[in-house]
C-alpha cells in the first residue's frame, strides 16, 4: 500500500504585543466531540501523484474551511510523520482571517456504528485563533513540530532583520 500523504496551510497573524497567533481546527465528528488536547489539527488533507503538495494544500484549505487559502508568501515548513503513518507536509501563510465565516466541508459515515443509519458531519466543527503555546497541546500531536518551525523561521527573519538595521 502506497503512503499517505497530506498537506495543509497553517495562518498565522502577528498581535499587538508583538506575538504570533496560528489558526487551527477542532476536528468534526462524533469520535473528536467530546475532546480537546490533541483533537485539533492544521487544515489539511490528502492528495494523489497528479496533485502538488502546495496545491493540495491550498485546494485542501478551502474545501475544510469553506474559504479560499488566502494569498501570501508560503513558507515552507517541512514535512513530518504523524503516528498514524500519514506524511504531512506544511506552509504557513501569514493573513487575518474571521473565524465566524467559516463554512467546514461535510463528510458521511454510518453513525452510531452499525446502525445502518449514515449521517454527514463537519469535517472541522470550529476554528480559533491560539498563540503557540496555547495551541500545541490541542493540536495532534504529529503537527506541533510545524509550530517550532513556524516559531524559528520567524526568529531568524527577526534576528536577520536586526542585524541588517544596526550601525
Known sequence: MPD???AGLLLFRRTADGGIEVLIGHMGGPFW?????SAWSIPKGEYGHGETPEAAARREFEEELGLPAPDGEPIALGE???ANGKTVTVWAVEAD???TRIVPG???MEWPRGSGVMREFPEIDRVGWFTPVAAAP???SGQRVFLDRLASHL???EEA???LSDP
Do not use: M, N
Not at 466531540?33 to 488536547?37: A, G, H, L, P, R
Open 4 to 6: 499517505k500523504r497530506s
Open 33 to 37: 466531540s467530546s475532546k480537546d488536547v
Open 80 to 82: 513530518a510523520r504523524q
Open 97 to 99: 482571517l474571521d473565524p
Open 106 to 108: 461535510t463528510f458521511t
Open 138 to 140: 490541542l493540536l495532534v
Open 155 to 157: 526568529e531568524g527573519r
Open 161 to 163: 532583520r536586526s542585524r
